[in-house]
Each structure stands twice: as C-alpha cells, then as structure tokens.
C-alpha cells in the first residue's frame, strides 16, 4: 500500500466498523473491533518510516509528519489492547437489553477510537477541533451508558465542561484565524504548513491571546488545573474500556492540540511565551494531583488522578523548550498511554473481582487474582516511574533537560511533586494489592474482600481466587511488554521518530 492509501485506510476503516457494530450482534462485533484495532495500529506503525522521510499529505484534508504519528501510534495502540481488554471484561445481560447495550458499547467504542485516531491526521487546527468535538460527545454518551444516577451525572458534567472548554477552543481558533488575514488576506485555509509558513508575520498580541485561549480551552479535556474537574467523575464512572481510553489516549490528544498552536505561537513570539503558559498550568496540575492522590480510596479515582498529574508532567516538560526534554515529553505520550491503559485494565479486573471500587474493601489483590494481581501492580509502579519501564525513561529524559537550563527550579519542583505522587501510588499497592489474604473459616480459595469488617457482615466481599478472563491478562501483558520496549530499547526508528517531532516542535538543540 502507499503511504497515502495507509493514511486513508486508518480514517476510513474504524468508522465503517462503527456503522457495521450498530447492526451485527456481540459475537461478531467483538472480534470484529479486536481486528480492527490490532489492524489500525500495524497501518499506523507503517506510517513511522515514510514520515521520516517526508510528511504524507492527501489533498488538503488528511497530513501526517513526525509529531502526528507519535500521538497516531499512541492511541492506535489504545485502540488495540482496550478492544482485546473489553472482549473478557464485559458481561452482557441475556435478552433484548444486553444485546441493545453490546451494539451501543462497541459502536460507540469504534465511533470513539475513529475520531481520535483522525484527529492528529487531519490538515488543520479547525479540522482538529472538529475532530475533538467528536470526541466529546461520542465519549460523554459512553460515559452515561450504564444509565446510573452517578454516571448519567458524570456525563452531563462533562458535557457542560468539554463543552465549554471547547468553546474556548473554538475561540483561540477564531482568534488564530485573524492574527493570519494580516498575512493572508480575509479568506485562507488553516492548514499547519500555511499557519508555519506566516507565523513570523503575525501581530504578537493576537497569537499570545490565541494561545492563552487553547491552552485553557483544550486543557479542559486534557485534564489541567483548574480546568479538569469532569475527569475523576467521568474515569469512575463509564465502563473501564471507556476509562482507558479517556485517560490514556483522549488526553494525549488535546495536548497534541496544544503543541500545535505551540508550534505556531513559537515561531510567531518565541518560546518564552508559550513556555511560561505550560510551565503554570503544568505546575498547578501536578501540585493538585500528588495531593489529592495521597487522600484516594477509589481505585478508578486514583487512576483519574494520576492521568492529571501526568498530563502536568507533559506541560512541564515542554516549558523547559529543551530538545532533549521534548523528545522526554514525546516518550512520556506513549509510555503513559501503556501504563495507564494497563492499570485500568487491572483496575477493571479489581472491579469484576471484588464488586467494589472502594479500596478500602479491597485486599490481597495479588493472592485473588494471579495474574493481573502482580501485573496490576507492575502497571502502578510503571505509571510511578520506576525503572525498567517507559516512564522512567521519559521522565529521566525530561528532568535531564530541564536541568541543562541554568533556571532549574522547574526540573526540582517536577522531581519534589513526582515523589509525592509516588507515594500516593504506593498506599495503594501496599494496602489493596500486596496486604495479606484474609481467609474465612480456613477456605484456601477464599478471601474477603474487607478483613477489617466482621466477617457474615452485609457488606461483606467473599471471592475466589482466579481471573475474570484471560483476555484481560492478554491486553495487561501488552501494556507492560510495550513498557518494557520503551524503557530499555527503543527501536531505532521510533527513536528518529521522536528526535523528528522534537524538531518539528522547535527548541534549542
């Protein structure tokens, strides 16, 4: 296939999927978006080679350069093992009801994982918030799928923030749009290459506002501070498939957003500017999150919290205008997507296991469950950045950066915050996974789900030991082989792949 032909097939096929999963039953909807997904992610890993070579443009409409394919691989990849996850983690109801409710979940599933995949292909920041307007209202109906009274709450609530966040968004669109007409005249397209091309011609105030504007219009839905209340409600409540994707692939994708206003802001102004705005909002998001994931007893919560203080990470990491901590924060994008993808896999088996959300009525995690129990556990020291996985790697190369400018205090407030967030992750592993297994009346293949309660209470959680379905483990030992790879090796392609991105980004070398 050519490179164009690539490019379309990966716009095109998830769509039809999720006409087609409306219509067919669960049996076959099933391993039809398990395909899908494993295919979407070989096209998109395709692209890596031919984009080092030169970006790949169909008509006006469809591009893809270094730094679209480094967020296309990230969720392309979330597309896979989510699919492979969500084929043993739902349970359907027999009848009319749960056949209604496969057909929505993985419609919506695949109209979900289209819009994000298209959205770093398209040729254009107007394009791209239409991209991710999608995204929000294609996620919010998934968010309300269970038809609770919480999750029909968390959906509406981040109804009413994404859309009011894109409303900004929309604006700092607008706004870009004029600073260029003193450039380009009253009618032009809004593709990159144009925008790059005339940014250095732009009046400095219309771009700083316009920047301003993105910054908070989409860090509403990449979870910044204090933009980023939706996220733990919206995380816990939606069906875990849902959680995965919102918090390890949506969120990439509007900071990819961000980045590329960044790119145009930078060579309109220079870096100080954009530099300072991120260094704020990162600052403030990763404060927040190492706080409140010290005082955590929802395990999906948790998680939701985790993905804010990394997405302050990646802020962070582009405020030091280093190439070596923007190849740190590009790495940061994938290794995040493995590990948060994979924790909430494992959280999705604590929940089927347990029937609770509550850590507190949660122990010996790892004697219940045998293999996503210890791979659970993998994942939260993954997502803490210890070593061999992807996020030590990244987050080692962000700090080195951030170092290298002779006004650190940056690099020392990212180290301070990680630590306490560190320990927030910790609390839960040590009491919820690795505490000892309570066993009732002498039963080896028992536990309680709750050891401090009196045991024939009510809300008393009996289990035994064994995995929901060996597809979550399946999609689990993706996540965390993927970690592995980032960690110790990177392929020598994907490595001139950030390098690429990271120029195309700008920066000192």
Known sequence: MTASSVLVAIVIVPFVVSVATFFLPVRMSKPLTVVTGIAIFALSAALVPRVLRAPIR???????????????????????????FAAGYLHLEAGRSGARYGRLFYSGINLFCWAMVVAPVVNGIALLWVAIEITTVVSALLVAIDDTEAASEAAWKYVLLASLGLGIALLATIVMYYAGTATFGPAYNLSYAKLLAGAHHFPPAAVRLAFVLAVLGFGTKMGLVPVHTWLPDAHSEAPTPVSALLSAALLAICFYAILRFYQITERAVGSTYPRDVLLVFGVASLLLAALYLLRQRDVKRLLAYSSVEHMGILAIGMSFGVQLATIGVLLHVLSHAAAKGTAFFGSGSIVRKFGTKDMRRIRGGVGVLPWSGPLMVAAILALSAMPPFGIFRSEFLIVSGGLSDPHDAGAAILVVLVTIAFFGLSWFTSQTMLSPDPRPGGAPDQVVGAPDQVVGAPDQVVVTRGEPSVWIVVAMVIGLGALLVLGVHLPSQLSQLLDQAARELGGPR
């Open 58 to 84: 169909v008509g006006g409409t469809l591009q893809a350069d270094a730094l679209s394919v480094v967020f296309l691989v990230a969720t392309a990849f979330l597309y896979a093992t989510t699919a492979i």
